[in-house]
């Protein structure tokens, strides 16, 4: 019986997400984290939405009150990669902060940040250089042909349908003792940058596999889940890819929706409204390519 009820809880709370999530647009989602109790109350900006659902199908708008919000709520900061300055959500940077030194101190895991909140612009210049390698004149140059590869099982979003817009979206890096990034040594053996299933049997990967496992074991209880989980295919319409994590700042959703194995897409019960695999139209391609 009391199975019985928590499973009817969870879908009750499930269609309640499906009757109230816009369909066209990303805009602040009706269900919404408890500001007062929520373990993560305090980290959390007033006006955002932490549900907020970006993808091929929903649309992120820029300029508008939402985004003036999200935009003062934005805290700067090194890339693990490269040290060039990347953003966050302030408490979804916060909260990152207290998972990386937890981490370190319990089980001498080390991991950082990169590739994490884009404007317009900064995504209109990596779908560019995309296109640039599919359809434009890097099309044929060898050194991309492994990019290719890659790619083309997880084609890149058109500006404004990134989930990085949101500034709750972490990359992250596992790093080794010897504080070398694993993914850098694999790049330099394979040639490419490799998706989560890679092709190489190496040291590297096997710790980088267990290394995974521990950060995904603790991420609820840092208010993040694993943002394209495997098995959820259908519903975000992307490869699994455990190095992504995003913040939802609610200890009540973060394990529902971790404890079950859902995708955000699952838990608001959002199906697929878009191809993920569909290839940018030839007016699209032009567009971007010409200006």
């Known amino acids: 019986m009391a199975l019985m009820v928590t499973i009817c809880a969870l879908a009750g709370c499930i269609m309640r997400a499906k009757a109230t999530q816009k369909e066209a647009k990303a805009e602040p989602n009706a269900i919404s984290v408890d500001t007062k109790s929520d373990t993560f109350a305090p980290y959390l900006t007033d006006g955002l939405d932490y549900l907020i659902l970006v993808n091929r199908g929903h649309q992120y708008e820029f300029g508008g009150e939402y985004d003036q919000i999200l935009q003062k709520s934005l805290s700067y900061f090194a890339d693990a990669k490269d040290g060039d300055l990347i953003a966050l959500d302030n408490g979804a940077r916060v909260v990152f902060t207290e998972l ?7 089980y001498n895991l080390q991991i950082g940040a990169y590739d994490t909140y884009r404007d317009y612009d900064l995504q209109k210049a990596y779908y560019t250089n995309y296109l640039r390698v599919f359809y434009g004149d890097l099309k044929d140059n060898p050194e991309y042909e492994g990019t290719c590869d890659w790619q083309s099982r997880n084609p890149m979003a058109e500006p404004g ?35 989560w299933v890679w092709c190489t049997e190496t040291p590297e990967r096997t710790e980088t596999i267990v290394r995974f496992r521990i950060l995904h074991e603790h991420l609820a209880d840092f208010g993040f889940i694993d943002r394209y989980p495997a098995g959820e295919e259908n519903w975000t319409g992307v490869p699994a890819e455990p190095y992504q994590i995003r913040f939802v700042g609610s200890s009540k959703v973060v394990h529902e929706i971790m404890d079950h194995g859902l995708s955000l897409e699952g838990y608001l019960s959002e199906t697929l409204q878009y191809d993920a695999y569909a290839e940018p139209s030839a007016r699209t391609v032009k567009k971007y390519l010409e200006e």
């Open 161 to 195: 349908y990134s989930e990085t817009h949101t500034g709750l979206l972490i990359n992250v890096l596992i790093k080794h003792e010897r504080d070398l990034p694993a993914e850098a040594e694999l790049i330099e053996q394979i040639g490419y940058e490799p998706d």
């Open 100 to 106: 990386q030194v937890y981490l370190d101190n319990n």
